[in-house]
C-alpha cells in the first residue's frame, strides 16, 4: 500500500531551523510529485513548497528564502529544510504525493503530519 512517513517536526525558538523528511513507499517515487502543506491553528491547509519529478520547485510567497524542499530519489525521500523559523510557521506539516503506482493507479495521497511549533 501507499505509505507516506513524516519526521523531524518539534518545537523550535524563532530564528531557528528545523529539518523535515517524509519517506514514501507503494509510489513510482521518481514519476510522482511531491509537497509539503501545512494547517495551522484555526486556518486551512495550504502549500508550502512542491517539487515536480521533473525537478520544477515553487515556493509560497511566505517561505520563499527561507525553506527549501529537496527529493532524493534514491532514496525515496522528500524533505523540507526550514531556515529562519517564525511563529506563524507553526502548524501540522503534511506531506503528499500525487502519481502513479507500480499498479498504473493515479493516487493523491497524504501523510499524517508532523507538528512544528515556534515559540520562545
Known amino acids: 500500500q501507499v505509505q507516506l512517513v513524516e519526521s523531524g517536526g518539534g518545537l523550535v525558538h524563532p530564528g531557528g531551523s528545523l529539518r523535515l523528511s517524509c519517506a514514501a513507499a507503494?509510489?513510482?517515487?521518481?514519476?510522482?510529485?511531491m509537497a509539503w502543506y501545512r494547517q495551522g491553528p484555526g486556518k486551512q491547509r495550504e502549500l508550502v513548497a512542491r517539487?515536480?519529478?521533473?525537478?520544477?520547485?515553487i515556493y509560497d510567497a511566505s517561505v520563499n528564502g527561507r525553506f527549501s524542499i529537496l527529493r532524493d530519489n534514491a532514496e525515496n525521500t522528500v524533505d523540507l529544510q526550514m531556515n529562519s523559523l517564525k511563529p506563524e510557521d507553526t502548524a501540522v506539516y503534511y506531506c503528499?504525493?500525487?502519481?502513479?503506482?507500480?499498479?498504473?493507479?493515479?493516487?493523491?495521497?497524504w501523510g499524517q503530519g508532523t507538528l512544528v511549533t515556534v515559540s520562545s
Open positions: 517539487i515536480t519529478f521533473g525537478g520544477t520547485i
Open positions: 507503494g509510489i513510482i517515487f521518481g514519476r510522482c510529485d
Open positions: 503528499n504525493a500525487k502519481g502513479p503506482r507500480p499498479t498504473g493507479e493515479y493516487v493523491d495521497f
